[in-house]
């Protein structure tokens, strides 16, 4: 059984961290034609605990047969389901410089069931231009376009100063999820996630690893 949407906001973030983990290693196994899987060695891959994998599964029902284990691929439908992902999830992205126009061009997004649908930039020079068969728009026709199509996720890649002005936009707008990546803390109202990608930071910390 399933548990309601809503009872999903209590599942701990490292436990949804690891269901999209699930969900790559799941595939790997399927690709190599296994058609079983225990939690041990689910567990070997992730370097967690078989406890910690039946407890993770535990929150959204219950999956597998005890002393058999998972089939591969009815348990990743069941994840991806759960995830949200076992549909086209539709992005856009606001600000194509460097790093958007890197997101843009990257095909992977597609094959793991991602989906740009709209570009805005502010630079009129970008406006128009096309990225990966996706035309830039103007971030002036943002609420326009916004209104007109199905976006579930907005990548931000703008400078830091630029960022909470185009959010609370974007919050007017009814987006409720976003993935930023400018270098600045945002705030939202409760309804709206938004998820931070600091790769200084993350790099800051291996670095720690290297004395
Ligand atoms: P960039 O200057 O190359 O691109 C920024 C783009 O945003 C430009 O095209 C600019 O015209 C556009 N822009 C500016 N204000 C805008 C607005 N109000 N509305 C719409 N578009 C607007 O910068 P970049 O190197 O691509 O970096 C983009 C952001 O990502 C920056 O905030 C940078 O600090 C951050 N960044 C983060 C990481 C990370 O790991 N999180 C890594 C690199 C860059």
């Given at each position: 059984m399933e548990p309601e949407k809503n009872n999903l906001r209590?599942?701990?973030?490292?436990v949804?961290?690891?269901?999209?983990?699930?969900?790559?290693i799941l595939h790997r196994i399927e690709m190599d034609g296994l058609t079983r899987i225990s939690s041990k060695i689910l567990a070997q891959f992730l370097g967690i605990t078989p406890a910690q994998v039946r407890k993770d599964?535990?929150?959204?029902?219950?999956?597998?047969v005890p002393g058999?284990?998972?089939?591969?691929?009815?348990?990743?439908?069941?994840?991806k389901?759960?995830?949200?992902?076992?549909?086209?999830?539709n992005l856009a992205i606001i600000g194509v410089g460097n790093l958007g126009k890197a997101l843009l061009s990257y095909v992977g997004f597609k094959t793991?069931?991602?989906k740009f649908i709209a570009a805005f930039d502010?630079?009129?020079?970008?406006?128009?231009?096309?990225?990966?068969?996706?035309?830039?728009?103007?971030?002036?026709?943002?609420?326009?376009?916004?209104k007109d199509s199905d976006v579930d996720i907005v990548v931000l890649t703008v400078p830091a100063n630029a960022a909470q002005e185009v959010v609370d936009r974007l919050v007017k707008c009814n987006i409720t999820a976003i993935l930023n990546f400018a270098p600045?803390?945002?705030?939202?109202p409760s309804h709206v996630r938004i998820h931070s990608v600091d790769l200084a930071m993350e790099l800051e910390r291996l670095s720690f690893y290297l004395r």
């Open positions: 209590y599942v701990p973030k490292s949804i961290k690891r269901l999209a983990l699930y969900c790559r599964l535990a929150y959204f029902g219950q999956f597998g058999f284990g998972y089939n591969p691929h009815d348990l990743r439908i069941h994840l389901k759960i995830l949200g992902t076992d549909r086209i999830i793991q069931g991602f502010l630079d009129q020079r970008k406006v128009g231009r096309k990225i990966n068969e996706l035309k830039v728009s103007s971030i002036n026709e943002l609420e326009k376009i916004l600045i803390r945002i705030d939202v």
